[in-house]
């Protein structure tokens, strides 16, 4: 099968001009679908299905064969008309072209810091969300899971916290950027993400990028003929791991020991006779919840047309509350990635070639989510609190119901959930009976389309322009009946509510491309273009209260009664402001025979959000390479070296997420007053605070050098990068009086610095038919808040019953842990009296035996809020992964291990403001008299003049931890049986996410984030699964 | 197909042209108004004057618990501070015992008198541009400005020493800090403006209650004059109250213990009060500016009360023992104003439970009543619709009688006006001396945010308020007490151009 693209006719040329055929071979297979091009002419031909070839092409032609996956060969023709070419497989070829964004470049000349994934990569990682598929591939990136609740989104920092505000990079899909969560694609239609971690990489973004930017890339079709695989996953889940907590007959005797501690009578005559109690987290999980995902795609492509349509299909019930419908997730994905050829000429060099494309993706997610990571009445974090001597169901179901017939009942077998005592539990209810509760619903649609076309103005010379739509849709809908968990936590109606938004975004990008080799050695690229944004969006709810029947099917607005006079209904909504963004940027790469490289890039943003007086952000950068592998006295010295680079970047980034209209004022409403008697509210409105109109964007700057090395043909390769990112004009209220009146103006006035080391390693064995592969990367991070631009130099964030848990301040890593210092038990009088300073007056005079002794770290004397101080911080020194794969004979393995070290976690789902709920089983440990525990006081249940239980180390725990992530094997069946039934491919495997992980942190889990500044505050995490699944792959 | 080329080609050029202009990125905002496009309407201005009135209701919770009768009351010597213990609210009870410090204090009070005047000058500033009737314009601004120096009265009480500022400040936001006296001379001077240029009614509209009144502006210049001890003024502050008595749009309520219940809120005694609603209240702990009702009932409510009267408060302004005992019998200011819970226990059987400082005597005036917050949405302990009452036509009369003693006036009408007064309270006439006046107003204002101020303007402070009376309280009250730190942050902020008082 020869094809003569778009048959042009060659007849004015027949003379001069002779057939050559031939056959093109890689081992000893015929290889299909190879190209052979006449150099410097538009003339080519590809092989047919044994592997031949028919070319004419003109005396004295070079011909160039070429196929993907295999090394480039140029052969003379020379006088014989039978060239047989023998195709040598390219081993780098998956990580020769990386995505640079607004291109492509060979990997071999890339300056900058960028990690690449292939999508092998992440089919390992078996990941539901693009944000998880980073975790332990690739060094720079910290991925923290917020926590194991389905469809839940994953904290991701590149490079470090680079900003107090939002630290979340950048996400492009397609040369699209995409707001607001991306957990609308599929993973399995993804062909590379690359992440830009240097500001040279990212400068193209410009006033996006300072937080790093993700680069993600979709599939599309390969030549040939249509390819159909079916791809399908089951899995059940479980939680890996349970609070250790008391038993019935532990808690009745803590309880009596901390009631005899305060001179009380014991609460429990006979603590024994209560055996273990109820098992409240065996009760709350939900054991073997399932997972599913199906998946469809069709792809191909021929001369003209080049296509991907895929679709999917994935649901996950959560291990808390899924079997109540509490914690679920479905989403569908659909994906159409089409590229066509519309028009080509080879006769001329000028407008001779058009391609256009258009790539649409469709999602829609529905969900369900229980309050997660919440000391306050969280399902999980009840179930902590909750008394084993609690009984999951009243004793008397009748006539429970019959004093509250609010109370609830289980669905399953219709007997009412224990009432808690209010007294004792405050607003912690009955975590089943919470559970029973309906779930708010969460639903999205988002379509994502990207339309394009290229032409080739002349040669060397493209012109690309993209526009590209971004529509999401979601909403939430809810209803809550009355109900009654305890005389502190009750509802006498029901209600309903809903919300829905809008967002619209359009992007236009145009892009000019030059590209051209002088002097056989100067390869030359210049890049010029232009990108306009803009977004809108709406919002419109309401709620009003009591439904006219408490119908889960039915409940919703027009179900109900209440009236606006009543107050009961409410609506609110609007339009939000637009947010627009209008660019130019300008890229130079230059490489001398792919020794010297050099990569310059300037990007000027105009941004909504800035004002009059800053209404551009120009952003620089500047990248050097030298390949000294690459020299010739190198390659003799040192032939065994493959490959090796030096690599050197500098740039500047921003970040325009500062807000809108910071840099004027607006008018506040909701300044009201009541005049008249009774009052009537008049509404009142002033300026929103003061004016900033010098504001601007954060601007990050970074300074990167690399160094790369690959040996034995490239199979062993080594990276190392070193980096240094400052943050300056981080947003931060500025220091004015309050006498001024108004709420302060924010400036650009905070300076954040990161710097770090990463390292990647891999090495792939072949050893005849057993393939091996090995990865493992490690980063570290240093993080030093330099600057907060407040007065004081700090900010207390996060806080809890026991006090301020974090804290943000000049010097020390952002943010970090803060408290006392403890260091150990007063055993006896004598240690608390002795506990004095100079002039003998004592450090803690409330203290008595038992008591926590905390460190004087001011030396004042006493002990105050002065003597808190850095106690640790959620942010790992060192994320590291280590990958094995292999494949021997059609079985294929891959091991997929993940860990953080020099990273703490504060442990606060203990309660200590509320006496008799249950405890951690570390509270076994306290102190019962003389040298018994030199670290936990002793237990009291009542007043606590030493504070013991106040925010110090006592509650911050090791929360380093290595975790094999996933595991997967695979067989593909011999092609020989498959083929009968007309599959060419059938791999089935089974798979295990979570299996195995070490860690001395003693709750749920150990990765935590709830929030920019809660990284590593742990109040009742929602514990990843761990997961066992069973799949297949099916090609057609 | 070269055409195309040539339209995509031009077409692509024009947006990148039109892409590039800074008008696309002037977006206009589809949620707020620029503050320069805002005050064009009368309706408008009145919004801001409305905004002005705002702070007045966030004292009693700001992020702290600051209500202004309370606030100075736990420095003189009938009400108690109170809560669970010494260390439940320390800004108090450091005030309590006169050992402030600059960064440990009830400084919201500060800022939201200065929110008050920065909105009061918004108001006077933005006037004039507005094309409106000019009466009502005239009116808006005469209200605004007597906010202002309501405001400026409250931070020159408290702290004396101030910056002081007519027009808003600009960057960088600092402002000279002017002697207690100079700030009494340009408060004093622009409420004279206000009063004389007669534009404020007498007495609120119908509607209207809670908007500031030519009474309301006479009774806070005679506060002023009378607490800077300022005899040049007294016959003008004379003549003020004489007007107040003579308009007879005000006069003493009969029963005393009614004007403190729901219905007795703008009684014809009432000149000017702090509304609260609880019908719809949003105030809520996170939100402590939304209007609604207040939480300073359940503040002083009675700790663990059972039945159906009271609810259970978190007992802070205890009423001590002895300023019960000060009461005649007969006195209806006594049970009118002060519940004396041993004599409620017996005839009800209810209990409480007794917190630091209890004294069995709860504050009467405002306590928490079951139902007083009726119709809350947010916060139910947060939204008390019980206004708080800030001038009393009771006031009036003490002040004219004071004054005119003052100014060597008629000693029968100071008589007349003082025994009024009594009258109303059930207690037999008296002859009016200063010291009898004084007197008077202790046993009228119990609770109300007047006894300090009079013990320190007559000089009485420095005999009245003692070491051990409280128990805690170990310093004895002097002069340099009467003006409290300068706030620390305020000192920082300003880059050492505020000077500390001498505390």
Redesign the interface.
Known sequence: MTLLLLGLSCVAFAQNRQTVTGKVTAGNEPLVGAFVTEKGTSNGASTDIDGNYSIKVAKGAVLEFSCIGYKVQTIAVGESAVINVKMEEDVSFLDEVVVIGYGVQKKSVVTASISHLSSETIKNTASTRIDNVLKGVTSGVTVTSSSGQPGASSQVRIRGVGTINNSDPLYIVDGMAIDGGIDYLNPNDILSVEVLKDAASGAVYGARAANGVILVTTKSGEKGNARVSYDFQYGVQNPWKRYDVLNATEYALMINEGLLNQGQAARYADPYSYGEGTDWQQAVFNWNAPEISHQITVSGANDRVNYFISGGYFSQEGTVGGNFGRSNYSRITLRSNTTYRI?ENKERNF?NK?DMGINIAYSHTNSSSITTNSEFGGPLGSALAMSPLQSIYADDSESLLAEHPTARTDPWNGKAYSIVDGGVYNEIANPLAQLSMPADQWWSDKFVSNFW?E?NIIDHLK?K?SFGTDMSFWGDTSWTPAYYYSSKLYRDYSSASMGQYRAFTWQ?E?TLTYQNTYFDKLNLEAMLG?S?KSNEGLSVGGSNKYLIEEDAYKAGLWFTTGTQSA?DMSVWG???????L?S?FARVSANWDERYMLQATVRRD???N?G?AN?YAIFPSASFGWNFANESFVKEAAPWIASGKLRFSWGKNGNEAIG??GY?????????????????????????G?A?ENLKWEESTQTDIGLDFGFLNNALTFSFDWYKKITTGMLMSM????????SAPTGNVGTMSNKGVEMEMNYKLNLGDLKLDFGANATYLKNVLVELGN??GWANYDSHKIGTLTRGQNGYPFPYFYGWKTDGVFQNWDEVNSYANSDGTLIQPKAQPGDVRFVDVDNSGSITDADRTYLGKGMPDWTYGISFGGNFHGLDWNLLFQGVAGVQVINVTRRTDLYYINLPSYMLGCWEGEGTSNRLPHFSMGSDDNENWRMSDLWVEDGAYFRLKNAQIGYTLPEKWTKKVLISSLRLYVAGENLFTATKYSGFDPEISSGGTSLGIDRGVYPQSRVYSIGLNLKF | MKKIFNILVIATAALMLASCSDKWLEVESKTNILEADYYNSADRLFSGLVAAYDPLKWYDYFYQYNSLNMVSDIMADDILCGGSNDSDQPTLVKAHYYTLTPADQPNQIWTICYSGVNRANIVIAKAPSIEMDETTKALYVAEAKVLKCWYYNILWKYWGNIPYYDENLTFPYSCEQIGHDEVYAKVIATLEGVIDSDVLPMKAAIGDEGRVTQAMAKMLYAEMVMYQNDDTRYSKALGYMQDIIKSTKYSLASDFAGIWLESGEWCDESIWEINYISEGGIRDWGAPIATGGSVYPVLIGIPGVTGNDFVDGWGFSPVAKKAYDMYSANDTRRDGGILNFADYAAKTGNTYVPRWESTGYFLLKYLARKGGNHGYVASDNLNYGNNQRIYRYSETLLNAAELLLRTNGSSTDATNYLNEVRERAKVSDETATIDNIIEERHLEFVGEGKRYWDLVRTGKATTVLVAGDPAGRTASWTENKKYWPIPQSEIDKSATTLTQNNY
């Open positions: 028009y407008l058009f076309g032409f012109f322009s236009i145009n232009q306009a107050g609007g339009t939000y402001n637009p947010h627009r209008s130019l105009g941004s909504s800035f009059p209404l809108q209209y004027t004022t607006t008018i506040a409403t909701g300044n009201n007053y009541a005049f008249g008697n009774p009052g009537v509210i008049a509404t009142g409105a002033k300026p929103n003061f900033n220091p004015i009086p309050a006498y001024a009146g108004d007065e004081n």
